[in-house]
């Protein structure tokens, strides 16, 4: 019904700043809560950061709040997480995902993209 692509990772320095993108086809995203979550290697997929429908409320997961701003544009079809002091830790496939009534803000996504890596070195 959505089909979403993670687009905008990258390698950069401890310190530095990506922005993720997550493009929407097939309906804008007015319908939809939208998350961001990552899954490094060996270790279970962990939520980021969270949009609600209306694109008026958002939540983060402690681990990157006063870092990551998630974001909505004003054509509805592309979220956003701008990423600042990016650590190490923060290395792993970043996904975006869409949910329906109910999913906001860690659950449960019914729509997922591809994932983007994003690798954060010393």
């Known amino acids: 019904q959505v089909q979403l692509v993670e687009s905008g990772g990258g390698l950069v320095q401890a310190g530095g700043s990506l922005r993720l993108s997550c493009a929407a086809s097939?309906?804008?995203?007015?319908?939809?809560?939208m998350g961001w979550f990552r899954q490094a290697p060996g270790k279970e997929r962990e939520f980021v950061a969270a949009i609600h429908a209306s694109g008026g409320s958002t939540s983060y997961a402690d681990s990157v709040k006063g870092r990551f701003t998630i974001s909505r544009d004003n054509s509805k079809t592309t979220v956003y997480v701008q990423m600042n002091s990016l650590k190490p830790e923060d290395t792993a496939v970043y996904y975006c995902a869409a949910g329906r009534i109910g999913s906001y803000p860690r659950g449960p996504y019914n729509y997922w993209g591809q994932g983007t890596q994003v690798t954060v070195s010393s």
């Open positions: 097939g309906r804008t995203l007015d319908s939809y809560n």
